[in-house]
């Protein structure tokens, strides 16, 4: 069982009183120069008390750099605390930013076709008649029929989509914009069969061409 602290200061005490009558005798031996060594005052460890007081001052020390330490924790937990709350803001507003973006791209195409459909309602409302009528074997004119389509090639237009060349046409031959039935040279002059399409610069389909007869 470990002993006491008083009893274990008190034992070190009689052991440094021992020691120190050890060295007085030691000096009075023969040989002056080691009496005169040996015989200086031996300093003497603290006594019980003072070494209390010694270790009372040291464990408010550590008390005090203990409590330092557990502020700076509590201090790193809050800040902590504070990343977590504004990484989890974030989110939330990430979330509803994705779901905002959603529903407009939504409402977007939404709009889009209804602005087709007005775009091309003339058209779409009278075409089935059209059909019937050619079907029982009624005659329709060509004026009407074109008539008919003026919607889509203006709802073309207004999409950004350009036609490249017109049925008939004269032209330079451009392999950029042309595809030959038969082969062709740059500048061959050629003339359109089919027209092609373009969306801004992209060329989404040639038109069809053949060289001038």
Do not use: C
């Not at 009496?35 to 550590?62: F, H, K, Q, S």
């Not at 490249?164 to 914009?177: H, W």
């Not at 002059?189 to 989404?204: A, I």
């Amino acid at each position: 069982m470990p002993q006491p602290l008083e009893t274990l200061l008190e034992d070190s005490w009689r052991a440094w009183s021992d020691l120190a009558a050890s060295a007085v005798t030691v000096a009075a031996l023969p040989g002056r120069a080691l009496a005169d060594w040996l015989g200086a005052p031996w300093p003497l460890p603290p006594g019980p008390g003072e070494r209390l007081t010694v270790l009372e001052a040291e464990r408010g020390a550590l008390l005090q750099a203990l409590g330092a330490s557990k502020g700076a924790l509590v201090e790193i937990e809050a800040r902590l605390a504070t990343e977590r709350a504004l990484v989890e803001e974030l989110r939330a507003r990430y979330v509803q930013l994705e779901q905002s973006v959603s529903g407009q791209l939504e409402q977007a195409v939404q709009d889009e076709r209804l602005a087709l459909y007005r775009r091309l309602e003339s058209m779409l409302t009278q075409l089935p008649g059209v059909r019937r009528a050619i079907a029982e074997g009624n005659e329709v004119a060509a004026a009407d029929v074109l008539s008919l389509l003026a919607p889509l090639d203006a709802a073309l237009a207004g999409w950004g989509f350009t036609p490249i060349g017109e049925v008939g046409e004269r032209l330079a031959f451009d392999q950029s914009l042309h595809h030959a039935v038969r082969p062709a040279a740059p500048g061959d002059p050629v003339v359109v069969r089919h027209v092609g399409y373009r969306f801004g610069p992209q060329v989404l389909r040639k038109a069809k061409v053949a060289p001038e007869a």
